[in-house]
T-cell receptor
């Protein structure tokens, strides 16, 4: 199994540009999670989906952030317009059934730098 | 959400056992105790979880106090590759699948 796949691995962009991060969860997993990690705030949950439906987006920082999951094998996190304070590592994770006992499997992350 | 308290950092010598403590005095009866770790420049990875009884797997052991107000992650023979941030997390089995990460314990392994 390839695990959770994220692309790109690194993204450098200028303030004001649109950024799209992509995630392919593990096949057969029904829950998908987006996290952001910074030195100041640690690992934060942004949003998660169950069966392609957003369940909790209370962690999304503001309207500039949006996430979609058009099908079970693909999700995007979009930032428009991007700002320097969005610079962080963004992780995608998936789990089997959305239960508290389930293991979450994390991707390698996308390191975003907004200049 | 029930909170956990972990030391900010710990050191251990290579090839010796490591005991990573976690306090969770406000744990509820439906909370699982999970441990994840994050190696440098990688995403977090699952280590182990338990509810009431001690648990063993190929990576580690989890010792849970009888009153469940604390637990200890045990690495039986630490290697340099075990240097990571270790997160102790409570997850309520009666609720949804969210993981709320704290600051964790940064484990340094000395050669």
């Amino acid at each position: 199994d390839a695990g959770v796949i994220q692309s790109p691995r690194h993204e450098v962009t200028e303030m004001g540009q649109e950024v799209t991060l992509r995630c392919k969860p593990i096949s057969g997993h029904n829950s998908l999670f987006w996290y952001r990690q910074t030195m100041m705030r640690g690992l934060e949950l942004l949003i998660y989906f169950n069966n392609n439906v957003p369940i909790d987006d209370s962690g999304m920082p503001e309207d500039r952030f949006s996430a979609k999951m058009p099908n079970a094998s693909f999700s995007t996190l979009k930032i428009q317009p991007s700002e320097p304070r969005d610079s962080a590592v963004y992780f995608c994770a998936s789990s089997l059934a959305g239960l508290a006992s389930d293991t979450q499997y994390f991707g390698p992350g996308t390191r975003l730098t907004v200049l | 959400d029930a909170k956990t308290t972990q030391p900010n950092s710990m050191e251990s010598n290579e090839e010796e056992p490591v005991h990573l403590p976690c306090n969770h005095s406000t744990i509820s009866g439906t909370d699982y105790i999970h441990w994840y770790r994050q190696l440098p420049s990688q995403g977090p990875e699952y280590v182990i979880h338990g509810l009431t009884s001690n648990v063993n797997n190929r990576m580690a052991s989890l010792a849970i106090a009888e009153d469940r107000k604390s637990s200890t992650l045990i690495l039986h023979r630490a290697t340099l590759r075990d240097a990571a941030v270790y997160y102790c997390i409570l997850r309520d089995r009666g609720r949804d699948d969210k993981i709320i990460f704290g600051k964790g314990t940064r484990l340094h392994i000395l050669p």
